[in-house]
């Protein structure tokens, strides 16, 4: 199929509008996959993804469509994108693949946050659009309300907006021909040397490291040399293929079109797929301009896991390196705690990919891993202008550290965008305020649609900030935001104190004004998980050096104690053997013994 015959679209979507229904009955229509049992999902292949309807890494499908009017075949690439905010690095390498995009709109939902975002990356990519309005089957359905929107928010054209119910597949027939007509085909040589953008990449227990590319120029084939601009290494091309919509080799890969490579040797680390990169010929990197790269995406969201038994320790790191391998955009570090011994600290892009990435682990393990409250970073310029960013709260200097004093301190800050119905607009604008918001703007894009614009903190959506405006609004809430740098804040280390001793694991950075509410919900809450002791055991919530909050255990009463004493020698020794066996599951803090499923329990929402 030549080069004028193929096209590399994807779709453009607020999650839940159907992107996914609708891959699936496109791959129907061509025949790619056989039309079964309704919702397959087939490019949504993680688990994780099926279950909570998410797609978190973008999947790729070739299919062959006999276009109607000239009877010829056409070699259509459908790069799927993750339909979340905190994936934006994603969706952009993705977009940047494609020449054009399915624009789908909910016909009972309409426009909402995420259409809004994923709208203005696709713009900025160039794309051409196709609107699509989905589930035109509902009850609930209004498209020519859908059509104002997308003419007043986006000021699309939508003469030529293709209606379809992705259920019944009623109306999907025409989503291609409009493909055909409005998106241009790739522009490319094959006769050039290779130019080839890397925008995905994952880990294959077979074949090992396997890279999603798109061909600008040249052509891939096995046993051909390629150079990485951005590592400097060098290798030989073990396979290429597409996905159809499962791997199928081929003998050649050429300029326009999007694939699958693994080489052989195979990489090692699947880091050195840096996603963006550009690989050529060897021996064409000085002639080759590399496509323009990607910023490499930064963790904004931190959270430190524990075996409970540290028996686990090895079962729990084999666990978290798989999950990491295939989801890269992950960072790990090692971490110990005083607390609750060694672990691991894992950086993630944003809250919901951090609970993704929970969901997983707890899946596996379920009781036997203790799992830190998500924190942001924050940035330390001290007074000599030098800077620091600490993701770790335990690695922020103590308030005694006179340093500290004449620091100045900074938080993440994003532009949210929030998209309601007007009657929720106070209870709304209320959240966001209580969360340290700053009104942007508040602009009605239909007589009752209302988008409203914050800058907020980014630890108010690691505090659910989005579940408290779902809550607020009868779950019509949406919220999309992006990154807004760092801010001045008057920040504060709020450590647990067990008998004077802070808990390492626990600390969290906060806003001074969050600092009463969080300090006595700590104390009241551990209190609950801590076995009385043969000692008063204190907790207390401190910032800084200031107690906000305290609560006490009482010791056991004496005659408790004395009847322990009194008891004869075997039950005595039954209760050594049980400590010793329960040892390995206990720690100490300060002089205070405590069952790490009291940290699980505290710490578990
Ligand atoms: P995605 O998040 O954009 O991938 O959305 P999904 O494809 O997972 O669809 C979200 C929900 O909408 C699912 O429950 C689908 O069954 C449903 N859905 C998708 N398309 C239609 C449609 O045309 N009509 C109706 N009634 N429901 C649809
Ligand atoms: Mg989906």
């Known amino acids: 199929i030549p080069l004028e015959r193929y096209r590399n679209f994807c779709i453009v979507a607020h999650i839940d509008h159907g992107k996914s229904t609708l891959s699936d009955r496109l791959l129907e229509h061509t025949g790619t996959i056989v039309a079964g049992d309704g919702n397959k999902q087939v490019l949504d292949k993680l688990d994780v993804e099926r279950e909570r309807g998410i797609t978190v890494k973008a999947q790729t499908c070739t299919m062959i469509y006999k276009h109607k009017e000239d009877g010829l075949d056409y070699l259509l690439h459908l790069v799927d994108t993750p339909g979340h905010v905190d994936f934006r690095a994603e969706v952009t390498r993705s977009y940047s693949s494609c020449s054009g995009a399915l624009l789908l709109v909910d016909a009972s939902q309409g426009v909402q946050a995420q259409t809004v975002a994923n709208f203005y990356l696709a713009f900025a990519q160039g794309l051409s659009l196709v609107p699509v309005v989905n589930k035109i089957d509902m009850a609930s359905a209004d498209v020519p309300r859908v059509l104002e929107q997308l003419e007043t928010v986006f000021e699309l054209d939508t003469s030529t907006a293709v209606k379809v119910s992705a259920k019944t597949g009623q ?78 080799p081929q003998k050649v890969l050429r300029a326009g079109q999007v694939g699958y490579v693994f080489f052989n040797p195979g990489m090692k680390r699947i880091q050195d797929a840096k996603l963006g990169d550009t690989f050529t010929n060897v021996g064409c990197e000085d002639i080759v301009e590399p496509c323009p790269g990607f910023e490499e995406p930064k963790p904004m969201v931190f959270v430190a896991a524990f075996p409970t038994n540290q028996d686990d320790y090895g079962r729990l790191a084999d666990s978290i390196s798989h999950l990491v391998l295939n989801d890269r955009s992950v960072t790990l570090q090692k971490d110990y705690s005083e607390a609750l011994g060694a672990g691991w600290r894992l950086g993630f892009l944003g809250s919901l990919h951090c609970s993704v990435f929970q969901d997983r682990l707890r899946q596996e393990h379920g009781a036997s891993i203790i799992i830190t409250e998500p924190a942001v970073p924050t940035k330390i310029v001290w007074s000599t202008g030098q800077e620091e960013i600490v993701t770790n709260p335990a690695e922020f200097p103590d308030p005694d550290d006179h340093r500290i004093r004449s620091a100045t301190l900074y938080e993440p800050f994003v532009n949210a965008t929030v998209t309601l119905p007007e009657e929720y ?152 053997e049980k400590q010793k066996a329960g040892r390995k599951r206990l720690r100490a803090v300060g002089n205070v013994i405590i069952d790490q499923s009291a940290f699980q329990k505290f710490l578990s929402k």
């Open 171 to 248: 109306g999907v027939g025409e989503i291609l021909p409009a493909v055909i007509k409005k998106m241009p085909a790739p522009v490319g040589d094959a006769k050039k040397p290779l130019r080839m953008l890397l925008v995905d990449s994952w880990y294959d227990t077979f074949k090992g490291v396997v890279l999603l590319v798109r061909l600008f120029d040249g052509t891939l084939k096995q046993g051909d040399k390629v150079y990485s601009y951005a590592t400097g290494n060098e290798y030989i091309v073990g396979e290429v293929g597409i996905q159809y919509p499962d791997a199928v």
């Open 425 to 576: 607009v106070g209870r709304c604008i209320e959240i966001c305020e209580n969360a340290r918001g700053v009104q942007k703007s508040l602009e009605f894009f239909t007589a009752t649609q209302v988008i409203l614009k914050y800058e907020l903190p980014a630890a108010s959506l690691v505090d659910d900030l989005f579940g408290k405006l779902k809550g607020a609004t009868k779950g019509y809430a949406t919220l999309d935001y992006e990154d807004a740098g760092w801010r001045q804040a008057q920040l504060v280390k709020l450590n647990l104190l067990v008998n004077k001793k802070a808990v390492d694991a626990v600390a969290r950075i906060v806003h001074v004004s969050q600092v009463e509410r969080l300090g006595r919900q700590w104390v009241t809450k551990f209190k609950e998980h801590v076995d009385r002791q043969m000692f008063e055991v204190i907790i207390q919530a401190a910032a800084g050096r200031r107690i906000v909050a305290r609560e006490t255990i009482k010791p056991f009463r004496k005659d408790v104690l004395a009847k322990l004493h009194a008891s004869d020698i075997t039950r005595r020794r039954k209760l050594l």
